[in-house]
């Protein structure tokens, strides 16, 4: 069942929109999932310069991300986790150990994972009810922040959660919190800080390297589990936090036809 109250304040007055959801966290199975239109803290979505009890950690949280990211980290992580040799478990197993992971990165959020996948699937089920894998693809989406845990080697949370972004390349101006890129050992590096890069031009972003975390560790565990989910799910899935392309327009150069294609389906479900 979906509580509707009146509008608070913070919407301000020419806001159309008479109610939200009272409780988030409740899932609707009867196809009354509204969308929430502020989050925990009654700011727009993803607004970093607000104010909020969480800024100064999301903040703090950018700072050591953009500092760490570093091309031969990246490297390191992939060859690491592409060995697949830590646990074994079904999706279900694996959508409730997200209960335990909380996502310092979100300025939205601060509640269980669980309850942020079961939305997302419900959302594109409600708008898109005939594309079941796009319902599964939301999901799992954010499945690998497991990396978290203890059990898969439990990383700390700049090397798991945030947006994403290509290494190996200059760090565009449009990723959250550009400022702390200076102290990233590679912006100083002649051979990854110009437009290219090591890269060339629509080189496909199948060949970028991007920074490491849940979006390409969830990439790999279901392409080695030989998903049959189609490309466009594995481009959701291994993409969704790279901001700077899907919602800045950024790194287009880097894109292949099939690139092109995929990005139609990253913005529906986005
Ligand atoms: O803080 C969020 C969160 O970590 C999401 O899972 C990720 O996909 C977003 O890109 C990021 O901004
Ligand atoms: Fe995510
Ligand atoms: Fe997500």
Redesign the pocket.
Known sequence: MTILIDQPDYFGSDVEAKTVVANETELVLDGGFVKPQANSFGHTF?DYAAESERQEG?EN?YRKNHIYQSFDFVKKMREEYGKLNRVEMSIWECCELLNEVV???????DEP?IE?LLQTAEAIRKDYPNEDWLHLTGLI??LG?VLLLPSFGGLPQWA?????YPVGCRFDESI?HHKYFKENPDYNNSAYNTRYGIYSEKCGLNNVMMSW???DYMYLVAKENKTTLPSAAMFIIRY????ALHREGAYKHLMNDEDVENLKWLHIFK
């Open positions: 993803r999301v949280f996502d310092e990165s979100d300025p939205d959020l994972q942020h989406h954010d922040k798991v959660v945030g947006d994403t959250v975390g849940h979006d969704h936090s790279f901001y």
